[in-house]
């Protein structure tokens, strides 16, 4: 199973539009908010499953602030992440998703690319921005997630304009 993961567009569709033609097919999508009032245009354009929460720039947004869903082996849980101070780090986000039972957890609003998987229980992880990136370099990035035959998710951090960088995870 293929699962894009995105987050931070911003009102933006030039940049999802791009990574949707350079990914498909995928089978699963995941927004970590702030589309900023494109929801109903990115789930048509995926067309497939998607899972997209509210950030806190979706002023306007029907989504939920919060969803869990389980994808292969992986219960996960997904927030923007604003209310678990992820931009000072990510304790309290680490101990609500694992409050949840949740392997892994799938947050945005930071604008940066991350992915920490030293925790055998749980990884955490942000696919960056897509809009507005803030890394050194500021190239738009996103992470493609398979899950093989297993239930087992491997991770690929890709930056648009350039080819992408390997994540293995066990």
């Not at 048509?44 to 979706?58: L, Y």
């Not at 030293?118 to 398979?146: C, H, K, Y």
Request: with cysteine; hydrophobic share 30%; net charge negative.
């Amino acid at each position: 199973m293929k699962v894009l993961i995105v987050s931070d567009t911003h009102g933006s569709s030039k940049e999802i539009r791009e990574v949707f033609r350079k990914t498909k097919p995928f089978d699963y999508l995941i927004h970590c908010g702030d589309t900023e009032g494109l929801d109903d245009e990115i789930r048509r354009d995926a067309a497939c499953p998607c899972t997209i929460v509210r950030g806190n720039n979706d002023f306007f947004s029907d989504a939920r602030m919060e969803e869990e869903i389980s994808l292969g082996n992986c219960r996960i849980f997904v927030t923007h992440g604003h209310h678990y101070g992820v931009s000072m780090g990510t304790e309290r986000l680490r101990e609500e998703a694992k409050s949840r039972d949740c392997n892994v957890a799938m947050f945005g609003h930071t604008h940066r690319p991350y992915l920490d998987d030293s925790d055998e229980e749980l990884t955490v992880l942000n696919p960056g921005s897509l809009a507005l990136p803030r890394q050194d370099g500021r190239a738009p990035s996103f992470i493609v997630m398979d899950i093989d035959r297993f239930g087992v998710p491997h991770y690929t951090l890709n930056f648009l304009g350039r080819g992408p960088s390997r994540i293995r995870l066990w």
